[in-house]
């Protein structure tokens, strides 16, 4: 029975190659051409955004960003008061926080307990896989509980704290914007027309695209206004911190750099990571 059975199976081996082989052999399939189609990419363009959230669920993101946005409400209380008329870094926390439908009992809890509750803020510099840079920003009461905690979950992803990261970014004006059907070459044709440096595209917490246009601090409002008045839907400006040395990393570095992602972001005293990495193509 053993025999018949491998007498059947080679049988079997026989005609399929004999059906490949003839295939390869047909002109009209060997002209054939696969067709690959993907998205158009512009300068700036992070194409790991989408890796980074996918093991994320959206009720936990969710529960992060308003705990993340309520430690910025503190941060900027803190160094600018209270009242957004005048505190130009509050007043764009609070925009971004009416966009993302935050509860307003809990906006109101944060501006009120800014000032009553400790904490330091502290911006820590990180390597991470395949060289990657971090800039990790912290508020906390216990600055030795937050270093120790922080430097373990560096180690355990194959990171590390070092000195110099923050060579690798540069301060910037950060115009967000509906993505609204716009192309990546009208996109790019809005940032050149608005006095934008670059464009970039990203997802939400809600996986929703949006645009981000990239410009110096001082010429942000200008951006913003020229942006609407061009028919772009604004959500939120602010600043942040733009990485001008991207980091190319493969699919299995990328898989371990959203673990360390998601370690630092689970850490309750950490506000926000910013990184320089890029997939490579």
């Known amino acids: 029975m053993l025999g018949d059975m491998i007498l059947r199976a080679f049988r079997l081996t026989v005609r399929v190659s004999a059906a490949v082989q003839s295939r390869c052999q047909c002109p009209a399939l060997r002209s054939c051409r696969a067709l690959h189609s993907s998205p158009a990419l512009w300068a700036g363009h992070n194409k790991w955004s989408k890796v980074k959230d996918i093991k994320i669920p959206k009720d936990a993101a969710r529960s ?3 705990a993340k946005h309520t ?4 941060i900027a209380v803190r160094e ?9 870094a ?3 926390l609070l925009e971004q926080c009416r966009n993302k439908n935050l509860p307003k009992a809990t906006i109101e809890g944060a501006i009120k307990g800014a000032k009553s509750k400790p904490g330091v803020q502290y911006v820590y510099e990180a390597r991470g896989p395949g060289g990657c840079t971090l800039l990790i920003e912290v508020l906390t009461d216990n600055n030795t509980r937050s270093h120790q905690e922080i430097k373990r979950i560096l180690m355990k992803h194959g990171g590390a704290l070092c000195e110099g990261a923050r060579r690798n970014f540069d301060r910037k004006g950060v115009v967000a914007a509906s993505r609204d059907g716009i192309s990546s070459e009208k996109a790019l044709e809005l940032a050149i027309e608005a006095g934008a440096e670059d464009v970039q595209e990203i997802e939400d917490e809600e996986e929703r695209p949006i645009l ?3 410009c110096d601090i001082a010429s942000m409002k200008a951006v913003r206004s020229a942006l609407e008045s061009l ?8 600043l942040e911190f733009v990485s001008h040395t991207p980091s190319l990393l493969t699919q299995t570095q990328l898989e371990t750099a959203s673990t360390l992602l998601e370690g630092l972001n689970d850490c309750p005293d950490v506000v926000r990571v910013w990184d320089n990495i890029h997939a490579q193509t």
């Open 64 to 66: 992060r960003m308003i």
């Open 71 to 74: 430690m910025m409400i503190r």
């Open 80 to 88: 600018g008061g209270p009242n957004p008329e005048f505190n130009v």
């Open 90 to 92: 509050l007043a764009q």
């Open 212 to 214: 981000q246009f990239i």
């Open 231 to 238: 028919g772009v839907h604004t959500l939120s400006s602010g």
